[in-house]
């Protein structure tokens, strides 16, 4: 498999629950970012790693999110204590050194429902 | 973060015509404007991408046309098919923010047969 693998595909959360999420990044890629999408618009970036290291967190990640990329392969996005407006699509992306060559290669995404 | 805007936010093309997709940017630090397309319940897959050295940038029917003074970038595509159907997003980022791009709001491309 050489895409972005990313689980759960949908999440049903109550709020106030935490959740986590699963990115697996393709492979020789050293760069890893988060993104939120909502309905109707574009991504927006959430933050990124550059192998283990996390360079950038977007002010819109609040102190209940947190990333981690041990490691430098696999990332796990965690959202503490859900509340119904993080419902949205989570995306996950990589990208290797050339960028030219590879861009950002995008997972399918994670659907989150807080309820 | 308003930083890509794009138009319009939807269209209507018959089969065989030409789509045409408008994005300004406002960074002048940006060095990268990549377009991404969007099928229902999958994640963006990159397109084709342009740096502002170049003017127009052509992979098959897909066409990038890049005005660098005017900070503005188009997407063509010509001989629209119904496949074409999807959401298209323009991007743009910079080599000295780790490749971080950033999304315009999306345009809702439909391609009638």
């Known amino acids: 498999d050489t895409g972005v693998s990313q689980d759960p595909r949908h999440k049903i959360t109550k709020r106030g629950q935490n959740v986590t999420f699963r990115c697996d990044p393709i492979?020789?890629?050293?760069?890893l970012y988060w993104y939120r999408q909502t309905l109707g618009q574009g991504p927006e970036f959430l933050t990124y790693?550059?192998?283990?290291?996390?360079?950038?967190k977007s002010r819109l990640l609040s102190d209940r999110f947190s990333a981690e990329r041990p490691k430098g392969s696999f990332s796990t996005l965690e959202i503490q204590r859900t509340e119904q407006g993080d419902s949205a699509m989570y995306l996950c992306?990589?990208?290797?050194?050339?960028?030219?060559?590879?861009?950002?290669?995008f997972g399918s995404g994670t659907r989150l429902t807080v309820v | 973060q308003q930083q890509v805007k794009q138009s319009p936010q939807s269209l209507i093309v018959q089969k065989g015509g030409i789509s045409i997709i408008n994005c300004a940017y406002e960074?002048?630090?940006?060095?990268?404007f990549p377009w991404y397309q969007q099928f229902p319940g999958k994640g963006p897959a990159l397109l084709i991408a342009?740096?502002?050295?170049?003017s127009e940038k052509k992979e098959g029917r897909f066409t990038i046309s890049f005005n660098k003074s005017a900070k503005q970038f188009s997407l063509h595509i010509m001989d629209s098919q119904p496949g074409d159907s999807a959401t298209y997003f323009c991007?743009?980022?910079?080599?000295?923010?780790?490749?971080?791009?950033?999304f315009g709001a999306g345009t809702r491309l439909f391609v009638k047969a």
């Open positions: 991007a743009a980022s910079k080599d000295t923010g780790g490749f971080k791009t950033i």
């Open positions: 992306a990589s990208s290797g050194r050339d960028r030219e060559k590879y861009g950002y290669t």
């Open positions: 492979s020789e890629h050293n760069r």
């Open positions: 342009i740096r502002p050295d170049v």
């Open positions: 960074n002048t630090a940006f060095d990268y």
């Open positions: 790693f550059q192998n283990e290291a996390q360079l950038e």
